[in-house]
C-alpha cells in the first residue's frame, strides 16, 4: 500500500494520559500536515512541515499538543495531559508540491474517557 | 482569511438522476478549490481540484465541479447519482498564495443516493 498510513486507527485513553500517534506519508512527498475532525464537522488544521521543518501551526495547536517530523518522513503527533475535548478523529495528509492535491490517511480516533 | 460554506447539511436523490452539492469560498486571493468524500470510518479520498484553465473540472468516479469567479462557487455536480455514491462531501479551498498549503473545509454535506 503506497498510501498515506496512520497508526494507531483507534485509541482510547483516560483523561491526563499522554498519546502518540504516528503518520508515514507517501514516500516521496515532501509536505505533511496534520487536521483534526470532530463528529459531523469538516476537518481542522493543526500543523504542516516541509520536510522535517514546521512551517505553520494553527492555534487550535495548544501547548499540550507536539508534532516533529524529524527525518523529513514520517511524522509524530503527541498529546500531553489528553482531555475530554482532545477526543476526534485525527487526520494525516501528505502532498508533493504547492499546488497539488494533499493525500489523506484513514485517521486515528482518539477517544477520552 | 479564507472559508467555505456548503449550505446543505443533506441532500437527497434518487438514483440514476442528477446531483449537485453545492460549495461557495471566500479567499483573499486566487483560490485553488478542492471536492473530497469521505466514507464511514475513512479518510478523505481526493476527487477533484480547479487550480487553473478550464472552469469545468472532471474528476473520479464521473464527478465534476464547475468553478464560477463571479458567484465564488464550485458545485460539486454528477449527471446521474448511483447509490454506492451516498457519502459525505467536503469542499475545501486554499488561497494561490499560500505557500503553506493549508486547507481550509467546508462543513460537509451527506448526500444520500436512494434506489
Known amino acids: 500500500d503506497t498510501g498515506v498510513s496512520q497508526n494507531p486507527r483507534h485509541k482510547i485513553t483516560k483523561r491526563g494520559q499522554n498519546v502518540t500517534f504516528r503518520c508515514d506519508p507517501i514516500s516521496e512527498h515532501n509536505r505533511l500536515y496534520w487536521y483534526r475532525q470532530t463528529l459531523g464537522q469538516g476537518p481542522e488544521f493543526l500543523t504542516y512541515f516541509q520536510n522535517e521543518a514546521q512551517l505553520e501551526k494553527s492555534r487550535l495547536l495548544s501547548d499540550r499538543f507536539s508534532a516533529e517530523r524529524p527525518k523529513g518522513s514520517f511524522s509524530t503527533l503527541e498529546i500531553q495531559r489528553t482531555e475530554q475535548g482532545d477526543s476526534a478523529m485525527y487526520l494525516c495528509?501528505?502532498?508533493?508540491?504547492?499546488?497539488?492535491?494533499?493525500?489523506f490517511g484513514q485517521g486515528t480516533r482518539l477517544t477520552v474517557v | 482569511a479564507q472559508s467555505v460554506a456548503q449550505p446543505e447539511d443533506q441532500v437527497n436523490v434518487a438514483e440514476g438522476n442528477p446531483l449537485t452539492v453545492k460549495c461557495t469560498y471566500s479567499?483573499?486571493?486566487?483560490?485553488?478549490l478542492f471536492w473530497y468524500v469521505q466514507y464511514p470510518n475513512r479518510g478523505l479520498q481526493f476527487l477533484l481540484k480547479y487550480i487553473t484553465g478550464d472552469n469545468l473540472v472532471k474528476g473520479s468516479y464521473g464527478f465534476e465541479a464547475e468553478f464560477n469567479k463571479s458567484q465564488t462557487s464550485f458545485h460539486l455536480k454528477k449527471p446521474s447519482a448511483l447509490v454506492s455514491d451516498s457519502a459525505l462531501y467536503f469542499c475545501?479551498?486554499?488561497?494561490?498564495?499560500?505557500?503553506?498549503?493549508?486547507?481550509?473545509f467546508g462543513g460537509g454535506t451527506r448526500l444520500m443516493v436512494k434506489p
Open positions: 475545501a479551498v486554499r488561497e494561490a498564495n499560500n505557500a503553506g498549503n493549508m486547507l481550509t
Open positions: 479567499v483573499s486571493g486566487n483560490p485553488y
Open positions: 495528509a501528505s502532498s508533493l508540491a504547492w499546488d497539488t492535491e494533499a493525500f
